[in-house]
């Protein structure tokens, strides 16, 4: 199978996963059909990996020299948090209000501490095996480095298309600011590291 084709049909379902946050309201069902659907598409991708239709190279799974790994997965973090810091505390106030669905987050819930950290591994993993390294692996041939930044970042953000504006900006920026560490190391792990962290500070705000 083509990589663009399995790009596509390991991204469409977290386009479409975006329905759960308007139409399910309760936490229990919300954190069920969100992983479900995450688990899915983890393990189609794992079925075309085995099927030799995609390589670990694809997938950047190695795990890259350990001096490279801290080093960027550091300066990932810090300038991650940095924009953190600047767009929930200095620019919040001035984006649009409003959205078409939530994440119903019970903080009181049992699932809130799997949903906090699991769970949210499991989020960046997904999330950075599709939006980083397959986007990467199906479209290095066809596009510049520069247009790779933005595709990644677009498709990273697009995936939160249901959510706020404030939302859907961040994605994007979170978006162009993994993409130097995952292309410089031809790793996720710096990413997905880092990925986590952004969470886990937002679920916990």
Request: proline share 5%; hydrophobic share 55%.
């Amino acid at each position: 199978m083509k990589k663009t084709n399995i790009l596509i049909l390991a991204y469409l379902p977290f386009f479409l996963n975006d329905f759960f946050n308007i139409y399910v309201t309760g936490y229990p069902a919300w954190v069920i059909l969100d992983y479900a659907v995450r688990l899915a598409i983890i393990i189609f991708l794992f079925i075309m990996l085995s099927r030799g239709d995609l390589t670990r190279n694809d997938l950047y799974l190695k795990f890259p020299a350990t001096k490279d790994f801290i080093l960027w997965t550091v300066g990932t973090v810090a300038v991650s948090m940095a924009f953190l810091y600047l767009t929930e505390f200095v620019f919040a106030p001035y984006y649009p209000k409003g959205s078409v669905g939530s994440v119903p987050i019970d903080i009181d819930s049992p699932l809130f501490l799997f949903d906090s950290t699991i769970g949210l591994v499991l989020v960046g993993f997904s999330e950075e095996l599709v939006c980083r390294s397959l986007t990467f692996s199906a479209l290095k041939d066809k596009l510049s480095t520069p247009q790779l930044y933005i595709v990644s970042a677009g498709l990273f953000s697009l995936m939160h298309w249901s959510l706020s504006t404030h939302t859907l900006f961040d994605a994007f920026i979170y978006g162009l600011i993994f993409v130097p560490a995952t292309l410089a190391t031809a790793s996720i792990w710096p990413a997905v590291v880092t990925h986590f962290l952004v969470n886990f500070v937002l679920y916990n705000m």
